[in-house]
């Protein structure tokens, strides 16, 4: 049988301070198991639970938007071209199609003209990303929270 699988992903959160930072964390508790029997069992991670809002957005080429908050905490999958993310911290983190970010940037405190992040397109094609927002949900007050 293969080992578990490690998972990826960018975390944007924001810190007691009030800073908006980027970590990289993994995602490692899989199960394999059946979706539905009788299918094949597949490495499945922990699921989470409650009232979701899915979107597909299109930054043209070019895009860069100004410093603002994840409006609600939410995943972002690159599905083509690609796009990046700048945190309050000064790290900046480029991303394509397969990668995985986590949006929750809220409740930062304004410094000069930053707060939160800013993104945008890297490239000469559009970055298009499906975002995957939590209605009902806080964003995780540390990084790392998906595992």
Not at 125 to 133: D, E, I, K, Y
């Amino acid at each position: 049988m293969a080992d578990n699988p490690i998972v990826h992903y960018w975390h944007l959160w924001t810190d007691a301070e009030g800073i908006s930072r980027l970590t990289r964390c993994q995602m490692d508790r899989f199960t394999l198991k059946s979706m539905q029997p009788p299918a094949a069992p597949q490495w499945q991670g922990e699921t989470t639970n409650g009232a979701m809002t899915t979107l597909v957005t299109i930054q043209p080429v070019g895009w860069t938007g100004t410093w603002h908050e994840n409006p609600k905490p939410q995943w972002i999958v690159p599905l083509s071209g690609c796009w990046f993310v700048e945190a309050m911290d000064g790290t900046r983190v480029e991303m394509g199609p397969g990668e995985l970010s986590f949006g929750g940037d809220q409740n930062c405190r304004e410094v000069g003209e930053k707060l939160g992040h800013q993104s945008g397109t890297v490239g000469n094609v559009p970055a298009v990303l499906m975002v995957v927002q939590f209605d009902d949900a806080p964003a995780p007050t540390a990084p790392c929270a998906f595992r």
